[in-house]
């Protein structure tokens, strides 16, 4: 299992990378929530102010719009699957996709104009993989929709890091086989990583912030030393 962790501008190490050289993209960009270190109320709250205080870039909705236009198309060049982990209220800046999973979770703190906010739209661009390779034959080309995963994230010294559990499910749901490369362009503090390792998958992970990839760099070595998961592909 080969792990290659790069700081830097995930534009410009993408751009290097050849064609379909990954089997997926998974990742979890800025959210373009709005909300700055000197902004007064807005949607996000106290948690999305630490991210822009603490974060080396600025969650604009300008900012995430030219994101959008440089990375993915980056990112559907060197691989066939990818999947995006989308804020609802930026939902609409993204390229049409090819579908939608959602994650689906309990909660009753996180509101929203419709009442309490129990989903995370997954983007999925290029075809399922498991049809793809599978040629469609059921059961195995077939999978749900839905990633139910209620596990809270761990606290790691990153405002927005994703549950283990989840990235888990998200890499057996875009990655057929052990063995496969995943590339998440925007690390953070490598819940992807971990869960890669987790699950026998090569990982590639890009950040641009050192504070968060010493903290991902940390993690992903301790997942190394550990017993490898038995998860259920």
């Known amino acids: 299992m080969n792990v290659q962790l790069h700081l830097g501008d995930c534009l410009e190490f993408m751009r290097s990378m050849p064609d379909k050289s990954v089997d997926a993209v998974i990742t979890d ?47 559907r060049r060197i691989s066939n699957s990818v999947a995006v982990c989308a804020g609802i209220r930026t939902l609409m800046a993204y390229p049409q996709p090819e579908w939608i999973i959602a994650w689906v979770y309990e909660n ?49 010294g990153h405002p927005t890091s994703k549950p283990v559990s989840f990235m888990q499910k998200m890499i057996l749901r875009f990655s057929t086989s052990e063995g496969d490369t995943i590339l998440d362009p925007f690390m953070g503090s490598g819940t992807t990583g971990v869960a890669c390792v987790q699950t026998g998958r090569n990982f590639i992970g890009i950040e641009i912030d050192p504070t968060y990839f010493a903290i991902a760099e940390r993690r992903i070595q301790e997942a190394q030393m550990q017993p490898r998961l038995e998860v259920e592909e």
């Open 108 to 156: 009753k703190f996180r509101f929203s104009p419709y009442g309490f906010n129990n989903w995370t739209p997954i983007l999925c661009y290029g075809k399922d993989p498991y049809q793809q390779k599978r040629n469609g034959c059921a059961p195995l080309a077939v999978k749900e929709d839905v990633l139910f995963d209620n596990t809270p994230p761990e606290k790691n």
């Open 29 to 75: 960009p800025p959210y373009g929530v709005r909300v700055g270190a000197n902004d007064k109320g807005g949607y996000g709250g106290k948690r999305a102010k630490e991210r822009s205080v603490i974060g080396c870039y600025d969650d604009s909705r300008e900012y995430l719009l030219g994101l959008i236009d440089k990375f993915l198309p980056e990112a």
